[in-house]
Structure formats: structure tokens, C-alpha cells
């Protein structure tokens, strides 16, 4: 079995923004099981402060449960969103889902 | 000769209306050639501020009709930007919950000056001096 399968993968798209709080709450929050997570945001469009504070709050539950996590931003815009908030050292990014699989793979390898 | 424009737009101060605002700005900025990038950071600045107003400015259980955003955009003649995005509430003077506080750091890093002045409702001043 390729460490693919066992990746969990969450998709987001179009604007990441105030007005869906709760279904990016719900979308961002992880079921029980132990699987590495992919998130693919490459589709998002727009990003603002409540996207990234669900993004951190999945980040740091997958930390407690040992779940290695990789996102996938390619629209610029998040991309700078991120930095400008001083949340780049906090999140593992990569611009296309290879990459990001690469990485989950060989964590789950070590 | 570019010429001076304005936008202003007043709305409720709920969470639909931030999208539609900020689609305003952007459609108002492409009128005016603003370059893609400096674009996409004035309105994600302003995103930040009317995302602040929806969750901060107004106490629960305020009377709709009195909660308010306005934001006013100002270009003059030589490609600066002024934004101004009010509210009619209270500034909430506090320590960010954890894993929050990232609306005005984002702004800071946008913006050339970015003023707050709460001498009546709050009053959010953006200036950005912008590649066209
Ligand atoms: N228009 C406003 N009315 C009332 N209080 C405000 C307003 N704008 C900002 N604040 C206050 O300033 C604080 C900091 O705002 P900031 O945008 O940095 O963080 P946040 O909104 O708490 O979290 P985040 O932006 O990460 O979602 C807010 O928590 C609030 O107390
Ligand atoms: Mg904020």
C-alpha cells in the first residue's frame, strides 16, 4: 500500500473568509483516526484572519496527536497572508500536492 | 492627467456584506490600474479591518439598525490611497484571544500608516502609496 492511501485530504475552495466561520470550523476540525493530513487550498481564492485561526487550531491538534500536517496554497495572495502574519515557521506549505505527498510520505516512512 | 477618485459604501455591520464590500474595493482599484499585487494587499488590509468591526465593534443584542460599517476610499492624483473604514461601536481595548490577533498585524505590514482613532466609534486609517 503507498503511504497515499493513508493520507487524510481536506479540499477548500473559492474565498476562505468571515462569512464561512463555522463551516471552515467544521470542515478544519479532524476525526479520531491517525492518518497524516493533506490540506489542498489550492483552489482558495482568498484568505483572510479567520482562516488562518482555524488552519493554526487544526495545526495544533494534529501536533497533539502526533498528526504530521502539509498544505498545498498556490494563489499569491494567501501565500502573502501567511507571511504577513508571521505564521510562516508555523505551517509546512508547498505549491503543489506532490510535493506536500512527498512529504507526508517520508515522515510516514521514517 | 490621472484624476482624484473617491468610493464610499455603508452596509450593515454583518459578515455577507464584507465579501461584496471588498469585491467593491477591488473592481474600484482595477478601474483604476492599480497593479495586481498592491490590489490583492489593500483589500485583504480592508478585509482585516471590516472583519474586526462584525466581530468586535458591536455588543450582542445591539439594535441592528444602529450596526454599521462605512468604508471611504480616496485616491488622489498621484496614486495615493487613503482607506478609511468606520464603525460606530466601541474599540475593544484587550490581549488578543490565543491563537488570534493576526487582523492588525496584517494590516501593519500592508499599509504605509495605519492609524486607529476612537474618539468616536472607531475610525481605522490605511494610506498606502501604490505601484499602479
Ligand atoms: N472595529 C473594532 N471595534 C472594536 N474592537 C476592535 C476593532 N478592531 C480591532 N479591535 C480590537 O483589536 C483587537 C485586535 O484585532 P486583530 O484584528 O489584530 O485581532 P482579532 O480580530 O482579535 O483576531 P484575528 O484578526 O486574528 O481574527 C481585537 O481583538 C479587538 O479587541
Ligand atoms: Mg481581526
Redesign the pocket.
Known amino acids: 500500500m503507498s503511504a497515499g492511501n493513508a493520507v487524510k485530504i481536506i479540499r477548500l475552495s473559492g474565498e476562505l473568509e468571515i462569512s464561512r466561520k463555522y463551516g471552515l470550523r467544521a470542515a478544519l476540525t479532524l476525526s479520531e483516526d491517525a492518518a497524516p493530513v493533506l490540506l489542498d487550498l489550492g483552489e482558495v481564492t482568498y484568505a483572510d484572519?479567520?482562516a488562518?485561526?482555524e488552519l493554526l487550531r487544526l495545526c495544533v491538534d494534529a501536533q497533539r496527536s502526533d498528526r504530521p500536517v502539509a498544505m498545498v496554497i498556490k494563489t499569491p495572495q494567501f501565500a502573502r497572508l501567511v507571511q504577513y502574519a508571521g505564521l510562516a515557521g508555523a505551517f509546512k506549505i508547498f505549491d503543489d500536492e506532490t510535493a506536500a505527498r512527498e512529504y507526508l510520505a517520508g515522515l510516514t516512512r521514517r | 492627467m490621472p484624476r482624484a477618485s473617491q468610493l464610499h459604501l455603508h452596509c450593515p455591520a454583518q459578515s455577507q456584506y464584507v465579501a461584496p464590500v471588498r469585491h467593491a474595493l477591488t473592481a474600484f482599484l482595477e478601474a483604476l490600474e492599480f497593479e495586481r499585487q498592491s490590489l490583492e494587499d489593500i483589500t485583504t488590509a480592508a478585509g482585516?479591518a471590516l472583519?474586526?468591526?462584525v466581530?468586535?465593534?458591536y455588543v450582542k443584542g445591539a439594535c441592528p439598525a444602529e450596526c454599521y460599517f462605512d468604508l471611504r476610499a480616496s485616491v488622489n492624483r498621484r496614486g495615493r490611497l487613503c482607506l478609511d473604514v468606520c464603525?460606530g461601536?466601541?474599540?475593544?481595548e484587550?490581549a488578543?484571544?490565543p491563537g488570534?490577533?493576526?487582523?492588525?498585524?496584517i494590516i501593519r505590514a500592508i499599509a504605509g500608516e495605519l492609524t486607529i482613532d476612537t474618539s468616536s466609534g472607531?475610525r481605522v486609517r490605511m494610506t498606502f502609496d501604490c505601484k499602479k
Open positions: 484572519s479567520i488562518l485561526t | 482585516e472583519a474586526n468591526i466581530e468586535h465593534a464603525d461601536g466601541l474599540f475593544l484587550r488578543p484571544l488570534r490577533g493576526f487582523g492588525l498585524r472607531t
